[in-house]
């Protein structure tokens, strides 16, 4: 029996993914524009993993002292000292920002788009997008950068490249711990620093994201009303407002636009728009080779 999929009311024969997959492949090379929206998804598609093999090979020595589950709810674990708290986030930052992913999935998605008028926006703070070669202009990341701190206050409106000294954090630490030298504090203020990422109100919207967030604001009033495809890598259901709603909204607006969702699991849309959505339920990165392959043999 065919599983199907419940798209806002609307049912569909899981085995019509090469229907779709088509579909998805004309509505990208008929589009005047293409706006991708990335989330959490599409990096766990590529490989950064948060739970299982990976979180136990990296931070082994973590779950055996706290019985960490995954290395996301450890992010939150109240460490009683900063050298270990900036053990653990050091490590996080290293193989989650600055190692590559251990697959190709984000330069399939460059790929994709090449040839086309596009813009990407994501929640994700890894920066997979640039080290896949996409063009900085091209991209908004709303939600803060795992490479940059910022002053936990926080008493000025910067952020701080924080490569180099991670990367003495992850080779000088011991027991789990980082030497007392290497702990952050604000170069203007002396608080403790903190990561760029977006959970509550201190966090610092920089000149480097206004400047995205303007160019992003550029894109969508340029094509609104023309042949748009809204693409949805990846988005779940943690912060719908960024991408998952707008981009519902958007091709509501516009009967021109094209909304396509490829997420394993949580592939949806609402039935307002069932006629001009395309709903894909399985793994990103098979999607996008898939995408690939049938533009070779066009």
């Known amino acids: 029996m065919a599983r199907l999929q419940v798209v806002g009311g609307v049912k569909r024969e899981s085995s019509l993914y090469g229907y779709e997959l088509v579909r998805l492949r004309k509505a990208i090379d008929e589009a005047d524009a293409v706006l991708v929206g990335a ?3 599409l990096s766990t598609s590529a490989g950064f993993t948060y739970t299982g093999e990976r979180f136990q090979r ?47 999935t984000y330069d399939k998605v460059r790929r994709l788009m090449e040839g086309k008028e596009c813009f990407a926006i ?53 027991d789990r711990c980082v030497p007392s030298e290497l702990v952050p504090v604000c170069p203007r203020c002396g608080a403790p620093m ?3 990422l977006r959970a509550d109100d201190t966090f ?4 480097g994201w206004h400047a995205a967030a303007d160019r992003y604001q550029t ?17 779940g259901g943690n912060t719908p407002a960024i991408i998952k709603y707008p981009f519902w909204r958007l091709t509501a607006q516009n009967p021109q636009a094209t909304y396509a969702c490829v997420n394993f699991g949580e592939a949806i ?12 339920d399985a793994d990103i990165d098979q999607v996008l080779s898939d995408l690939l392959e049938r533009s070779a043999h066009a």
């Open 39 to 41: 989330g959490a998804g």
């Open 58 to 104: 990296l931070f082994g020595d973590f779950i055996d002292a706290y019985g960490f589950a995954d290395m996301y709810s450890a992010g939150f674990y109240p460490f009683a000292t900063a050298e270990e708290r900036w053990g653990f986030w050091s490590r996080y930052i290293w193989h989650n920002r600055y190692e590559d992913a251990p697959k190709d």
């Open 122 to 174: 994501t929640t994700n703070v890894d920066h997979c997008f640039q080290k896949a070669g996409w063009d900085k202009s091209r991209l908004f990341y709303t939600q803060g950068d795992y490479g940059l701190w910022q002053c936990s206050v926080p008493c000025h409106q910067k952020t701080y490249d924080n490569y180099e000294v991670v990367k003495a954090m992850v080779e000088q630490q011991q």
């Open 194 to 196: 903190s990561m760029n």
């Open 204 to 207: 610092v919207e920089d000149e």
């Open 219 to 235: 894109f969508l009033e340029k094509w609104a009303g023309s042949r748009i495809l809204y693409l949805e890598l990846g988005v």
């Open 269 to 280: 849309a609402p039935v307002e728009i069932a006629e001009q959505s395309i709903v894909i």
